[in-house]
């Protein structure tokens, strides 16, 4: 299980290769980290003539490995994240692995920020607005429960939850009104996003690693140096779609989110005019009546008469609906109402539950470990899933 930056991958086994750089909305572009394969599916790339997967060598052993990886918006806008679950053209969705599912943490920043609470109120620093405090942390837990049991008795985990092309929740980041994002007083949109270009750095450089022209050519950066095929070819990438209170519509949706009180993002604006993004730094936008700011925008009624008391009040929705979903444990809105507060450290540390009656089972050879289905069995575990 990982947190990973998606299709992308880091400037290694390349000849005066830097791996600790990592490229973001405005740094680090000519330092290649995303080239194809992308996907954990086999695609076909129309700009090297290409067809390949992740797995493609593991697949071929029966040596693939169970993974469940997870992202955040951050992922989307700045490492070009859909092509993790599009083809190389932009044009289609692809199908779940039978090895891997991946998961959007919808409307979340890179990590998260510290929980506000009495002494310490949200702190906006240098941007425009505080900083996003979503926490996926019980989502985590929960899908490290459905690994293990994906693993030690082949039940399925949930299928993967990311933004589609055919259903309209995966995007163009601009123009703004297409994208969804509203209108909101004091917040800047600027709809910059990470263009993954396929760059010229010589002869053979895709085979051997060496390139022969480095940095690769990259003159055209005015009117916007992304999205210019000038430049390069281009993958095209897009990003999550929100609703009309500015939170993503796709993925795994935080109570936070499914109940909202505020709008969260990534992106946090910088410098007086919001010229700037800074990095992974999300931010927050709460409700008027919540923090008595001047919120006279035109969204939905969710977020134009939400209250801290009006949320005590409600149905469990947003837990029920991660229960359904079989990704969210009850833990989740407990930890929301007691977010302002102390926390409550018993509830993170507890870890897994104890079993029925609180006798623990025998100890017992995992399935996957057992001689007769390890290395050349007649039925190789990898052989026997299905994508259901």
């Not at 604006?269 to 923090?291: F, N, T, Y």
């Not at 989740?332 to 897994?352: E, P």
Request: net charge positive; glycine share 10%; charged share 25%.
């Amino acid at each position: 299980m990982q947190w990973i930056a998606a299709g992308n991958g880091i400037n290694m086994n390349y000849r005066f290769s830097q791996s600790g750089r990592t490229e973001r909305n405005r740094q680090n572009h000519l330092y290649i980290e995303g080239r194809f394969p992308f996907a954990n599916v086999t695609t076909h790339d129309p700009i090297t003539r290409e067809t390949d997967s992740r797995y493609k060598s593991c697949e071929r052993t029966h040596t693939c490995p169970l993974g469940v990886e997870i992202y955040s918006a951050n992922e989307y806008w700045v490492k070009a994240a859909s092509l993790h679950h599009t083809t190389p053209d932009g044009t289609r969705d692809l199908p779940d692995s039978k090895f891997t599912r991946n998961y959007f943490m919808s409307s979340m920043r890179h990590g998260t920020a510290p929980a506000p609470t009495a002494r310490h109120p949200p702190s906006s620093g240098l941007c425009q607005q505080a900083d996003n405090p979503l926490n996926s942390a019980p989502v985590q837990r929960a899908l490290f429960i459905a690994l293990d049991q994906w693993a030690t008795e082949d039940r399925n985990p949930p299928h993967s939850r990311v933004p589609k092309l055919r259903d309209g929740t995966l995007a163009p980041p601009l123009p703004q009104s297409e994208m969804g994002f509203p209108n909101i007083p004091g917040v800047t949109y600027t709809g910059l996003k990470t263009t993954r270009y396929h760059f010229d750095y010589g002869l053979n450089f895709y085979e051997t690693g060496i390139a022969t022209v480095n940095p690769p050519l990259f003159p055209f950066t005015t009117p916007s140096y992304q999205d210019d095929a000038r430049n390069g070819p281009i993958y095209p990438s897009f990003v999550p779609k929100t609703d009309g209170d500015g939170n993503d519509i796709a993925g795994v949706r935080l109570p936070d989110v499914t109940v909202p009180l505020a709008t969260t993002r990534l992106g946090a604006a910088a410098g007086s005019a919001g010229e700037r993004r800074l990095r992974g730094r999300g931010a927050v936008h709460p409700v008027r009546e919540d923090r008595g700011g001047p919120r006279e925008d035109q969204r939905s009624a969710s977020l134009g008469r939400g209250t801290l008391q009006d949320l005590r009040r409600l149905p469990r929705h947003g837990e029920e609906r991660a229960r359904a979903n079989g990704i969210g444990p009850p833990a989740a809105v407990r930890r929301r109402r007691h977010r302002r507060g102390a926390a409550d450290a018993s509830r993170i540390t507890r870890g897994v539950p104890a079993p029925a009656g609180g006798v623990l089972p025998a100890v017992e050879l995992l399935k996957a470990c057992r001689e007769d289905r390890h290395h050349g069995g007649d039925h190789d575990r990898d052989d026997d899933d299905d994508d259901d």
